[in-house]
């Protein structure tokens, strides 16, 4: 098994996509996680076709295998953050991004369309919202089905589905279908999930279709840079070493457009390193992390 990353493009936000490719390329990453966004591949822009057909020209220029994201803020609404949801009243539109995902998707060849639940809407009674996710979710994976893409579910802290348990039981609800598999972002596993993080990655090792990673700390949803939060790196790579895994492990660091080729740069030496500790057996980072 190989563990190749990536970099999301949610962390070169300043930059033309064009661009934000051929740094991460540059760098020596092996992939990209593309948040379809206003100017990344605007779903819902003109000569939608063209746009794509020419992404995957470049990408396969620039050897990087691709995912596709789907947690732009504002792409949708631009009052209300990730509004709407499969959640909400209304989903109409979230389902129409969400199959133009996934046709993108099948166009680009990419490897999974990841996406999420969203939070519950205080007005709705969480079994209401279970059932709308449900039926949501299973439109989705019909229209990736019949496309031939896999969707990748990802557990998100404070939404309706936000630990491995929760996407299990989605998962079960919908029957397992096979295009249905899972996200998994590391940092969340030591920000709420109940297991040490490589426990996490053990658990999901056997439906895992998409891993980003990045560094966090526990209860305290924020995407920190490598080495400033309390995630060991080098026991969660050596678990996704052992699981077979062989899909893009994508760095997400949304919060760091600013600082992006730098960032982008520092992320992979680290990531880099604590593969190497971890495959040659080493020690666990010198840190204690109560769990």
Known sequence: MTVRFGYGTNGFANHRLTDALAVIADLGYEGVALTLDHDHLDPFGPDLARRTDALAALLDRLGLAVVIETGARYLLDPWHKHAPTLLDDEPALRLDFLRRAVRIGADLGAEAVSFWAGIRPAAVPEDTAWDRLVRGCAEVAAEADAAGVQLGFEPEPGMLVQTLDDWFTLHARLGGPGCFGLTLDIGHCRCIEPWPVEECVAKAGPHLVNVQ??????????????????????????????????????????????????????????????????RAGGPREAKEVPQ
């Open 213 to 278: 990673i990045d560094d966090m700390r526990r209860d305290v949803h924020e995407h920190l840079e490598f080495g400033t939060g309390e995630v060991d790196f080098t026991a969660a790579l050596r678990a996704l070493d052992a699981t077979g895994y062989s899909g893009l492990t994508a760095v997400e660091l949304p919060r760091h457009s600013h600082a992006a080729p730098g960032v982008a740069r520092a992320s992979l030496a680290f990531l880099t390193d604590a593969l190497a500790a971890a």
